[in-house]
């Protein structure tokens, strides 16, 4: 995941500090939160904090627990960052390894929603407080989506909905600017599509796209979230589509779109075919660095080593300190593309 620079750090944690603010008084319920904080004491020594993430490997998570091991160090916290891997399973059970081990917060990125329920329950049992990153849990249900608003649990991460309307929006100036047929284009809308925050993404995107480009019709294709399960999908959903000329691409990640591209591109579509507004810039940014033609026109610069932080302060406060969590706090985000990534700060691995 690309760093920012020191004076884009600097600003960055000013506006991550206010987010938090804001929201905690924008969404509070009045009422105990899902994760049964009420039930956790503040903490006189150290605090040890475990951070479970799904796809610790992936560039943008890297990023994430970077940012949570360097918030902790300032902090004084004993901080484990664990690597789910997509094991939903191994969630549960190294959640129940962490509390053996007397951690006192949990933050968590499940990689299925699943199995929330039992995560609150046991952060609940060992009166732990429990955050998540990213994406939703819900207590009392496995889909985040139909969850009550009380019963979701307390989330670091970003605005889906910003972040999706920031690219469709971005989307949309370029379709314009192409001056492409709607009947001739196709809108690919890439992602894993039980994970809640990936469709309020790609919903705000339609939805920005819609308002000022009508008629483009949009074909949904399923994934893994990761760069060779979108290449495959979209590869096959190219083949049905022979009469299209002209793509546009967007999904839940940087990894969605950048498959999508090369398939496309695989498939004989030139880059000027081809409008690809990602969602990290992670992966973006080295198409650009490579100076070679590419469909990926845009992406929105998301920074997890800003989430990991604050995923990281939000709960020292709570332990420490007796701050209630906010329902969300999220983190800023910019849309950067071949001109101004590097002066955004992003920074290619």
């Known amino acids: 995941m690309p760093r920012t620079a020191p004076s884009s750090r600097a600003a960055s944690t000013v506006a991550l500090l206010l987010a938090l603010g804001t929201t905690a008084t924008a969404c509070s319920t009045g009422q105990q939160s899902a994760s049964g904080d009420g039930g956790v004491a503040k903490v006189d020594g150290k605090i040890s904090i475990t951070y479970l993430q799904k796809q610790g490997d992936q ?13 902790a160090a300032e902090l004084g916290v004993d901080l484990k960052v664990v690597n789910l ?17 007397k951690s006192n917060g949990l933050i968590v990125v499940v990689p ?10 046991a952060a609940r049992d060992a009166k732990v407080a429990l955050l998540t990153s990213d994406d939703q849990i819900c207590a009392d249900g496995p889909d985040p989506s ?5 019963q979701l649990v307390p989330r670091i991460g ?3 909905q910003q972040m999706g309307g920031e690219v469709g929006k971005r989307a949309a100036e370029e379709f314009t600017k192409a001056g492409w047929n709607p009947a001739d284009t196709r809108v690919l809308a890439v992602w894993k599509q039980d994970v809640t925050v990936c469709g309020d993404r790609v919903k705000a995107a339609q939805q920005a796209f819609d308002s000022v480009a009508p008629g483009v019709k949009a074909v949904d294709v ?4 990761t760069p060779t399960g979108a290449q495959d999908k979209v590869a096959a959903t190219v083949t049905a589509n022979p009469g299209v000329k002209h793509w546009v691409v967007w999904g839940c990640n940087d990894e969605n779109v950048q498959g999508a591209v090369t398939a496309l591109a695989n498939a004989g579509f030139k880059a000027e075919d081809v409008i690809g507004v ?5 992966l973006a940014c080295k198409d650009w660095k490579s100076g070679q033609p590419t469909g990926m026109r845009a992406a929105l610069f998301i920074n997890g080593k800003d989430v990991g932080a604050l995923a990281v302060q939000t709960v020292y406060d ?3 300190n007796g701050k209630d969590f906010p329902a969300e706090a999220f983190a800023p985000t910019r849309m950067v593309d071949a001109a101004s990534w590097q002066d955004a700060g992003v920074t290619c691995g």
């Open 146 to 150: 139909v969850c009550a608003k009380e």
């Open 222 to 225: 399923a994934t893994d979230n």
């Open 85 to 101: 891997g997509s094991d939903a399973n191994k969630t549960v059970s190294e959640v129940q390894s962490a509390l053996a081990q």
């Open 112 to 121: 299925d929603p699943a199995v929330g329920p039992q995560v609150v329950q």
């Open 59 to 71: 560039e943008y998570f890297v990023g994430e627990a970077a940012g949570a091991k360097a918030k």
């Open 318 to 320: 709570k332990l420490k």
């Open 278 to 282: 990602g969602l990290g810039a992670y």
């Open 158 to 160: 970003f605005s889906g």
